[in-house]
């Protein structure tokens, strides 16, 4: 018997399927399916052949039998009784997502202002019109599977001129519908399950807004999620974006995030993985007005044999734009971390400001790291930098502490978090910020396997 090739099994999927896909989704993600179905056919899952996917074998990824509910069956759980998520007392507007679709009887006590609009994309296709697919059309293979099988997702809408005073939090739980479906009804039921969830945000002018988004597992399988975002900064407006994953080793990610930038416009993107098996995360950034700025960060504390890929482009098409980054990696055991960045500055964008590090430390000689800090500049007024390290704990530190009464262990644990610290500080949400630190000491501590109250995996 032949095996089919990811591509294959997927495309015969979507013909089989399209029907069903469509009469669970709305007309605005309908029409968009087949333009995403007909690339998806034409390019097929990238190999490591290509420069943007040379650390992440994601045709590996994606060849296991997945499991789908593209009958959209309703999964039997109730966030707020069976799940405390482990960043709490944070003051936030909190929301939930299983899997792909928004949870509506799961809505926050505490209002939003006027107009600002968090649900469900499908409920909202009126307002996702002239914003949904268009970063993310036509770009890569991921995407437009994403596009192909999306059903739902979730919409932040922030209308002109609102500042959203309360940062909203997003807990994104991954839970199989499988063990109360009826006999037969299930798409590919197996012992893995995949999920393809859309994220729309957009800032109108002079609107400012924070989101948090947490990521969750909530049973013991194999899951596989996409996860297409579209950040649409409008002029003046504002948008923090901070992504927290604690999942399982057995839990695949691959994420895209398309953020278009508009003049005077800021934003801040930082993704914080603590607890993985496999993580793809690829950022485009786009300035289409003079005057914007965006500081993208991230961090990444992995053990054992997980992987995390980060993957990032900034784009300068206009003069007077500053973008900043900074990722940092711990990795042990056999851990592999990879980063590629990439600032392009085209032609006529003078007066560009950018500056990329990416800092990274292996703390056992198995653990493996990749990076590739890129500048790609076609204007000669800039002031552009980019470097990278990567390095083990310093002896001396070690000796230093141990003379002072504090074990190797400690004095181990006690560097790795310093060397995080300095993404950290840059989140601006104090309480996140505040609970990160207390996070990553459970994590080198090896004490964060799961949230603290989760009933969901028992």
């Given at each position: 018997?032949?095996?089919?090739?990811?591509?294959?099994?997927?495309?015969?999927?979507?013909?089989?399927?399209?029907?069903?896909?469509?009469?669970?989704?709305?007309?605005?993600?309908?029409?968009?399916?087949?333009?995403?179905?007909?690339?998806?056919?034409?390019?097929?899952?990238?190999?490591?052949?290509?420069?943007?996917?040379?650390?992440?074998?994601?045709?590996?990824?994606?060849?296991?039998?997945f499991g789908l509910n593209l009958n959209r069956f309703q999964i039997p759980v109730n966030p707020y009784d069976a799940f405390r998520c482990d960043v709490p007392n944070l003051s936030t507007s909190l929301y939930f997502v299983v899997n792909d679709g928004f949870y509506e009887d799961a809505l926050p006590k505490a209002s939003l202002p006027e107009g600002v609009i968090v649900g469900s994309l499908?409920?909202?296709?009126?307002?996702?019109?002239?914003?949904?697919?268009?970063?993310?059309?036509?770009?890569?293979?991921?995407?437009?599977?994403?596009?192909?099988?999306?059903?739902?997702?979730?919409?932040?809408?922030?209308?002109?001129?609102?500042?959203?005073?309360?940062?909203?939090?997003?807990?994104?739980?991954?839970?199989?519908?499988?063990?109360t479906l009826p006999s037969g009804e299930g798409q590919g039921v197996g012992a893995s399950f995949m999920v393809n969830r859309r994220v729309l945000v957009v800032a109108e002018e002079g609107s400012s807004v924070t989101l948090l988004f947490c990521d969750h597992t909530a049973d013991d399988l194999h899951f596989l999620t996409t996860q297409v975002t579209e950040v649409f900064a409008m002029p003046g407006s504002t948008v923090n974006l901070y992504c927290l994953e604690e999942t399982h080793v057995k839990n695949v990610r691959v994420s895209n995030v398309y953020v278009e930038q508009q003049a005077n416009s800021h934003v801040t993107h930082n993704v914080i993985t603590l607890h993985n098996g496999t993580t793809r995360n690829r950022l485009d950034l786009h300035f289409r007005g003079e005057g914007a700025e965006c500081w993208l960060g991230g961090c990444v504390i992995a053990d054992k044999q997980q992987h995390v890929d980060n993957n990032t482009l900034v784009v300068h098409h206009v003069p007077h734009c500053d973008s900043h980054e900074l990722y940092k990696y711990v990795l042990d055991n056999d851990a592999t971390g990879a980063f590629a960045g990439r600032v392009l500055v085209e032609h006529g964008a003078q007066q560009t400001s950018s500056e990329m590090r990416n800092q990274n430390l292996c703390a056992s000689r198995e653990a493996?790291?990749?990076?590739?800090?890129?500048?790609?500049?076609?204007?000669?007024?800039?002031?552009?930098?980019?470097?990278?390290?990567?390095?083990?704990?310093?002896?001396?530190?070690?000796?230093?502490?141990?003379?002072?009464?504090?074990?190797?262990?400690?004095?181990?644990?006690?560097?790795?978090?310093?060397?995080?610290?300095?993404?950290?500080?840059?989140?601006?949400?104090?309480?996140?910020?505040?609970?990160?630190?207390?996070?990553?000491?459970?994590?080198?501590?090896g004490e964060l396997s799961k949230c603290e109250g989760c009933k969901l995996c028992r």
């Open positions: 018997m032949i095996t089919p090739t990811p591509d294959k099994q997927y495309i015969e999927l979507f013909q089989q399927a399209r029907d069903l896909i469509c009469q669970h989704s709305s007309d605005v993600m309908n029409a968009q399916r087949d333009d995403a179905f007909e690339q998806f056919k034409s390019k097929g899952f990238p190999t490591r052949k290509e420069e943007r996917y040379k650390y992440t074998n994601v045709q590996e990824l994606f060849a296991p039998d499908s409920k909202n296709a009126h307002l996702i019109g002239d914003y949904y697919n268009r970063l993310a059309a036509n770009d890569d293979a991921v995407s437009s599977l994403n596009t192909m099988l999306a059903q739902d997702g979730l919409l932040v809408y922030v209308p002109r001129g609102v500042v959203v005073d309360r940062a909203i939090q997003v807990i994104n739980i991954l839970k199989t519908p499988f063990a493996r790291m990749y990076t590739q800090p890129m500048l790609e500049i076609y204007a000669d007024d800039v002031k552009c930098s980019h470097g990278s390290t990567v390095g083990q704990l310093n002896d001396a530190a070690l000796f230093y502490m141990r003379q002072r009464g504090i074990t190797e262990r400690e004095a181990r644990l006690l560097l790795q978090q310093a060397f995080v610290t300095e993404v950290i500080d840059n989140i601006a949400l104090e309480p996140l910020r505040d609970r990160l630190r207390y996070l990553v000491d459970k994590r080198f501590r």
